[in-house]
């Protein structure tokens, strides 16, 4: 289990080093300059090239690079060129919102897809089964920010149930963070919970025709029993997959959420970097994601061994 | 732990209505940032949202009341040597530092230096600049070489980048470098724990703060924090802050698109009015260098072909009180307003833009707009030029990039094929257009003149004579002949002038005299 | 032929999937006939900005007074284009990447390294920024869509290969010196052919979305080429106001997009013969 952990940790630093040096290439082969924007629409060319100067803008890129991949090494990711905290302080600062975002969000969809996927495998082409597959894809059809603003419309300023906008932090109180967060999250769940159901009907299904579910059943056990702990037990894998493969879809329905519900988390912190060309930024987030991603996928491999003791590293 | 979190999100799901009690202050001001705060130091950047910041936490030597009139803030008392070479200043009493540490004529030496090396007004007093020396600690002179008009206008201008006063130890820092300690003199404080670049900026009431006797009138006269707390938010979604507002979480949004008018009407505890009556203008910038823009009829038919109702309507609806046509390159409203040579400027005559197009033999190169989409200005604007030019038999090459990328090409004076240009739109707002010497549309000065280079051997003596002029009827004669000279030339297009929809909450008080985002002193909020 | 009538008709037998073929045809109908009446689509007239549906525009007008309507008719063939084109180019790269990673062993190495180099950039980030590099226009759209799509289309026809890779027939056509490009082309890529499909009608139908989320963070299409996903993006504060700006051309959207995903999973069924199998 270990040595599996180090090897698959080992493998992934060709990954994140591949992902330094291509995000490094692509913000900085990209047009635009960040010095005329930290200047200001109304700055002169002088302005900005004394500007460009202090940034080292017009050295070589391999020499750019080197500045920048030599900080890596030690683990610091620069300062960003526009208010010149340091990467690590600022994705620091906008990790807590989205990570509590996502984590409610991961919850939600599990509550809400789980139990749609089971009951529409049990009743398989039934019409609850069609309806609940039909319902699932509708989420996916609509583009996530209108259904934020739907959200917004009705239990915000209709129903006046959530705020509008902002993120309370969970130092002020956890149920205020909750509130705060229970219509983006709502809103990336309606998105999200399309995939996780159809995967669980389909394990589902799969292994209703199985073997030892006909077995319980035979023993005597409730229908009930059967499918939520036999048959989910078994379903844990397919559905733990969805959620490391579902991690993409769930960053982009982050990054829009966050937009329109005002949320200062890292989504908007990458955006805003990539319009406004703030290059240690947007290298240093894009790298902390695919460290995020590439620990996600070996948790969910992890995780496997839990649902499925037939697994073993 | 897992249980918890649970049942609160079952809470949470189900909208429970069991409201958490809000964790603020009565007297915490909160507010709709222009954009983002992503830096702090005014000088090092001419962006007006950091402006805006400073004006909170900065004072200045002097500054514009309501009127226009230059009047002074810190300091108690001046005068100007007969020869008009020797300006002599005294501070007022009692001014400190947030960090305690009263204000001196040393910091206010260093921080006019700082700033002068930066600033386009500012360097019209270096290059005249014989010495700043410190009489006393409040005392302090400014002597030049040659004398100039407008030393007291510089030390009080509001365009960007503004003389604000910080310590000697933050100011005598080289001006290549930002600050990074935002301490200075103002009516509030900043509170750097509080910052989250971009997202948020917190602000606290300074209790050393000083005032001035006179009642606030613009940037001018008494700044009275009746606040406690400031705290300015960014948002990424003109909606979200308007719903925001309607709902009171937040108190105040300086600038919105009038088209969302209508959902803060049902709203009974708001206030919408127009915004800075000053306002902003949009322009159209063509480069001199480059053909087919390097030809004047070719310029001269673009005025023709573009009209400020368009560019008006198209971004700010039937809210026609919003905005107004105006003929004057110091825009409305201003001392040196006029209408010289402004025919082609204001009509909108398409026949005459093809028959000029015809007559200077124009073959059909293509204009190579500059058009961000990112911006929503700019994004509408960009459609309207290139549609109206088209219309007038331009043949139109439009750009679509994001703003970075236009920031970026509009100063690139090479021909089109490498990289460069013929047209974009900007704005400018009437702090900087009003006076001949912010104002980049008449400097005339070719390869050094701001993007565009317009180019103009009169507009520069112009200049010089402005600079020497002593009466108020003299510089606005030579207003006149800079804008005449500068519409024949075509070195920029106005476009309208115009001002947004402001809206704050109705139980703050005192707003009526904020015509700068940010001029929150004398605001005060009711429970 | 008959086979195919079979597929045909087993593909179309429910309602709902008879509706879905229904709508994907009008989408492709307008999509071919919009553009031909159609020219003032992108004609601003501020006089009549904002306006309410009527019998002179249909689907109302948007804040620079032009016509929805037209818009959204046009705007249906750029979507169905990203859609498509998203599709079919991520199927062809996908599938000559998986070919040759699941069959020459010195080529995975290399190439699944670098698929989970693009996979571990989210998508959505990814594809602003190369719109950020490559300037904003249909095809910079498609490239951007296309590229995070990649690696999971290659990963998926990996996995087939390899599993096919054990299969004796396989091992056969090794063995009589059947030329390895024989081998991909007449053996692996057909049995490829399921799972492709499948993961192409999904990526059509992300595409769609795609792009729609990239017009909001302001990395879309130019105004000049109208998409749905552009012209709610372009009207989106307008929703409490003038909500026809967004209504129509959302519904549309989602009907599309229902209908793709509708039809892939019925594809899903008829081609995976477990699925049938249970069904039957």
């Known amino acids: 289990m270990f040595k599996y952990i180090s090897n698959r940790l080992l493998a992934s630093v060709p990954i994140v080093l591949f992902v330094a040096v291509f995000v490094f290439l692509l913000s900085h082969l990209a047009p635009g300059d960040p010095a005329a924007l930290i200047a200001g629409e109304n700055a002169t060319p002088e302005q900005i090239s004394l500007i460009r100067d202090r940034l080292h803008l017009d050295e070589p890129l391999v020499t750019q690079f080197g500045y920048w991949f030599s900080d890596v090494l030690r683990f610091d990711l620069g300062n960003s060129i526009f208010s010149e905290r340091p990467v690590t302080e600022l994705i620091a600062a906008r990790l807590e919102p989205t990570l509590v975002l996502t984590t409610l969000t991961i919850f939600m969809t599990i509550f809400l897809a789980v139990p749609a996927g089971v009951i529409a495998a049990w009743k398989v082409n039934s019409t609850s089964d069609r309806s609940i597959m039909i319902l699932s894809v509708l989420g996916f059809s609509v583009p996530a920010f209108l259904i934020g603003y739907a959200n917004m419309y009705v239990f915000a300023l209709k129903l006046g149930w959530f705020p509008v906008q902002g993120y309370s932090a969970l130092s002020d109180g956890v149920f205020g963070t909750l509130r705060s967060v229970a219509l983006p999250a709502f809103t990336i769940t309606l998105v999200f919970w399309a995939l996780v159901a159809r995967i669980t009907r389909a394990a589902m299904i799969e292994i209703l025709q199985e073997g030892y579910t006909r077995t319980a059943r035979a023993k005597g056990l409730s229908e009930g029993k059967v499918l939520f702990v036999h048959a989910l037990k078994n379903a844990g894998v397919p559905i733990s997959t969805v959620i490391g493969v579902g991690i993409a879809i769930l960053i982009s329905g982050v990054v829009v959420t966050e937009s329109v519900f005002n949320i200062p988390g890292i989504g908007r912190l990458v955006v805003d970097a990539i319009t406004q060309r703030d290059f240690p930024v947007v290298q240093g987030t894009m790298i902390f994601f695919s460290v995020v991603l590439i620990v996600v996928n070996l948790l969910v491999d992890l995780s496997y061994v839990l649902f499925d003791p037939r697994i073993r590293y | 732990m897992f249980f918890y979190i649970k049942r609160s999100l079952c809470a949470a799901v189900l909208g429970a209505t069991l409201v958490a009690p809000v964790a603020h202050a009565d007297t915490t001001l909160r507010y709709m940032g222009l954009s983002k705060l992503d830096m702090l130091d005014p000088i090092w950047t001419t962006n007006y949202g950091v402006r805006d910041h400073g004006y909170l936490i900065y004072d200045t030597l002097f500054a514009q009341d309501v009127d226009g009139n230059v009047k002074p803030q810190m300091i108690d008392s001046w005068s100007v040597s007969d020869d008009q070479m020797i300006y002599t200043f005294s501070l007022r009493e009692g001014l400190s530092f947030h960090d305690g540490a009263p204000v001196t004529s040393k910091d206010v030496i260093a921080s006019l230096g700082r700033w002068m090396q930066k600033d386009t007004f500012g360097v019209e007093i270096k290059n005249r600049l014989a010495s700043m020396d410190a009489v006393d600690d409040t005392t302090f002179t400014l002597s030049l070489t040659e004398p100039f008009g407008l030393v007291l206008e510089a030390l009080g201008k509001t365009a960007s980048n503004v003389p604000f006063i910080m310590p000697a130890r933050i100011a005598s820092g080289s001006v290549d470098d930002q600050i990074s300690d935002p301490i200075g003199s103002g009516p509030f404080m900043f509170v750097m724990d509080d910052w989250q670049p971009g997202v948020k900026a917190v602000y606290e009431k300074f209790d050393g703060y000083v005032p001035r006797d006179e009642p606030p009138s613009g940037l001018a006269g008494g700044k009275v924090a009746m606040v406690d707390r400031i705290e300015r938010v960014f948002f990424p979604d003109d909606i979200t802050a308007v719903n925001a507002l309607a709902t009171g979480e937040i108190d105040y949004i300086p600038q919105f698109q009038p088209d969302l008018i209508p959902i803060l009407e049902g709203a009974s505890d708001v206030v919408v009015k127009p915004h800075n009556p000053l306002g902003q203008t949009i322009q159209i910038i063509p480069n001199f260098l480059q053909p087919p823009t390097n030809d004047v009829r070719i310029r001269q038919a673009m005025q023709l072909a573009l009209g400020q109702e368009d560019y008006m309507t198209a971004i700010l609806g039937s809210y026609d009180e919003l905005y107004s046509y105006c003929p004057s390159i110091f825009m409305c409203g201003t001392a040196l307003e006029n209408d010289a040579n402004s025919e082609r400027q204001m009509s909108q005559d398409v026949e005459a833009a093809k028959a000029l197009l015809a007559e200077a033999g124009y073959d059909g190169t293509p204009i190579t707009l500059l058009h961000a989409t990112d911006v929503s200005d700019q994004r509408t604007g960009g459609s309207v030029t290139a549609q109206r030019l088209r219309e007038a038999g331009f043949v139109v090459d439009d750009v679509v990039s994001d703003w970075a990328t236009v920031a970026q090409r509009r100063a690139n004076k090479a021909p089109i094929a490498e990289g460069g240009w013929n047209v974009f739109q900007t704005g400018w707002d009437g702090m900087a257009l009003q006076s001949p010497l912010t104002n980049v549309y008449v400097t005339g000065a070719c390869d050094d003149a701001w993007y565009g280079w317009n180019c103009s051997e009169t507009l520069q003596q112009l200049k010089q004579d402005f600079i020497k002029a002593t009466s108020d009827a003299e510089r606005k004669a030579i207003g006149e002949a800079m804008q005449q000279e500068a519409y024949e030339i075509v070195s920029v297009i106005m476009m309208g002038q115009y001002t947004q929809a402001s809206a704050w909450s109705a139980n703050l008080d005192g707003m009526s005299q904020a015509t700068i985002t940010t001029n929150l002193w004398g605001v005060s909020k009711a429970d | ?280």
């Open chain 3, 1 to 280: 032929m008959a086979d195919f009538r079979k597929f045909l008709r087993e593909f179309t037998d429910g309602r709902v999937e008879k509706a879905a073929v229904l709508i994907l045809f009008a989408a492709l109908l307008i999509s071919v006939i919009a553009p031909l009446i159609y020219h003032s689509y992108s004609d601003i007239n501020p006089l009549e900005r904002m306006q309410a549906p009527s019998v002179d525009h249909l689907f109302g007008t948007d804040h620079l007074g032009r016509d929805v309507f037209e818009r959204t008719m046009v705007g249906t063939r750029n979507s169905l284009i990203i859609g498509f084109s998203v599709a079919i180019v991520t199927t062809i790269i996908g599938c000559v990447l998986g070919l040759v990673s699941g069959f020459i062993s010195f080529g995975d190495k290399i190439i699944m390294r670098l698929m989970d180099g693009f996979m571990a950039i989210p998508n959505v980030l990814l594809a602003i920024a190369l719109v950020a590099l490559m300037g904003s226009s249909l095809l910079t759209i498609i490239i951007a869509i296309s590229v995070p799509e990649i690696p999971r289309m290659a990963r998926i026809v990996r996995s087939v290969v390899v599993s096919l890779k054990e299969m004796p027939f396989i091992d056969a056509a090794v063995t009589m010196g059947t030329p390895q490009w024989k081998i991909l082309l007449r053996h692996l890529l057909p049995n490829t052919v399921g799972a492709l499909s499948v993961q192409a009608t999904a990526t059509c139908a992300s595409a769609i979305m795609t792009e729609a989320i990239l017009s909001f963070l302001g990395a879309g299409t130019p105004p000049n080429i109208p998409s749905w996903g552009g012209i709610i993006a372009e009207s989106r504060v307008f929703f409490q106001i003038a909500p026809w700006t967004i209504g129509f051309p959302g519904l549309m959207l989602s009907l599309l997009v229902l209908s793709v995903n509708v039809l892939g999973d019925r594809l899903r069924e008829v081609l995976d013969p477990r699925v049938a199998r249970r069904r039957a």
